[in-house]
Structures are given as structure tokens and as C-alpha cells.
């Protein structure tokens, strides 16, 4: 399974949720730690989605240095998103305090397999925070556009 199809299977999970926006690939420009996905919901709280492909994508996260935590307390909940054909070797490498979202892997439908901690400091984000994740999101939308479109021109030109 690829990034793109796990993120698909997240999007597709709270396709029908109570949120305002689900927002990839969020940078420090937040002034947080790279955030692969971040949920707004309707009443201004945040939640974390961290996307693992593989095994030892989950290994190597234990090494970051920013353990998903967020000084300025807008996380309300985190959870590790994870193909559910390595759920069982990923699970031991998943923080307590982390939720699970299972993805199958052929369909991309996906379940909550255990419920994340609620961060107790966590409070609603700004209207100016709101408006500069929104504008980050959009930005990486385009970003990826641009990037599909590049391939897609390089691979016209190897074609000639």
C-alpha cells in the first residue's frame, strides 16, 4: 500500500464525520512536528493521523525527536493510521497513548481499532490558526497537482 492510497483510506473513513477539514501533510510553518494528516473538527479541536506504510516505518518513529508532542497543546487526540495487513508486527511499536486506525488493504475502508488518549492540556485552535492550516492545506493540494502534472509531462517526453 502507498502513502497516497493510506491517506485515501483515512479521508475516506471520516468522509461522513463531523469535522471542517482533514488537512495532509502539515509542516512547521504550524509551528508543530510534520503532521501527516490533521483533523479539524466542527467545535475547533485537533486530532493527528501519522501514516505507516511499512514495519519499519513504525520502528523508525520511535526515533523522532519530537515524540508527537505539541507545546502548544492543540492535539487533542493522535492516532497511527496503518495498512491492516501489518497491524499485528506494527502494534507493539505504536505509542499507548496513540489510537489505531486500521485501512484493508484492497478496499481502503477503515476502522478504529483502539481508541487514542485524550491529550488532558488540549484546547481549541484560533481562528487564525484554523485559517493557516487551511491555507497550508490548500497549498500542498496544489503542490501535489503540480507534482502529478510534472510526471505526467515527463513521462510524454521519454514516450517520443
Known sequence: MTTDMLELGVFKLFEDGNYQALIPRVQRKFKIHECDI?????????????????????????????????????????????????????????????????????????KFIRKAEINKKHRRISKGELINLLTTGCKRYFQKLDSIWKKEDDNEETEE
Not at 501519522?50 to 492535539?75: M, P, Q, T
Not at 495498512?83 to 478496499?107: N, Q, V, Y
Request: with cysteine; charged share 35%.
Open 38 to 110: 490533521i483533523v479539524v473538527t466542527n467545535d475547533d479541536y485537533l486530532y493527528e493521523i501519522e501514516l505507516k506504510v511499512s514495519v519499519s516505518d513504525c520502528k523508525r518513529d520511535r526515533e523522532k525527536e519530537h515524540e508527537h508532542k505539541d507545546i502548544y497543546n492543540r492535539l487533542k487526540y493522535q492516532y497511527f493510521a496503518v495498512p491492516l495487513s501489518i497491524l499485528d508486527e506494527c502494534i507493539d511499536f505504536i505509542p499507548e497513548r496513540f489510537g489505531i486506525i486500521a485501512i484493508e488493504d484492497t478496499t481502503l475502508e477503515g
